[in-house]
């Protein structure tokens, strides 16, 4: 089994108030949960007006399919043009003893 996280930190310009912030940021989840097969959710910053964490991960047999998941959703969640990517962190977590 292979598991692949990230946490993808947003930056969006001229949000006011954090109603705005959570509108956009539950497009943002909505829209990455639809279009690949991750868990993903806020995980910091949520007391910030223009900032977000947020975090998503996927598991899976293939360390292929799982890698390039893995690396398309902060591109696909800057493609939505909701808010900027600032810093992206990824990573990977092989079951012990497989061959992957």
């Known amino acids: 089994m292979i598991i692949g996280y990230g946490m993808v930190d947003v930056f969006m310009e001229g949000v006011g108030s954090l109603k705005a912030k959570r509108s956009i940021v539950l497009k943002i989840l909505d829209k990455t949960r639809n279009k690949y097969p991750v868990s993903v959710s806020e995980v910091a910053m949520q007391e910030l007006w223009q900032r977000s964490r947020i975090g ?3 598991a899976g047999s293939s360390r292929t399919v799982v890698e390039r998941i893995v690396e398309q959703v902060p ?26």
């Open 56 to 58: 998503y991960c996927v």
């Open 75 to 100: 591109d696909f969640m800057e493609s939505l043009h909701l808010a900027q990517v600032t810093a992206v962190d990824t990573g990977l977590i092989v079951e012990k003893g497989s061959r992957y």
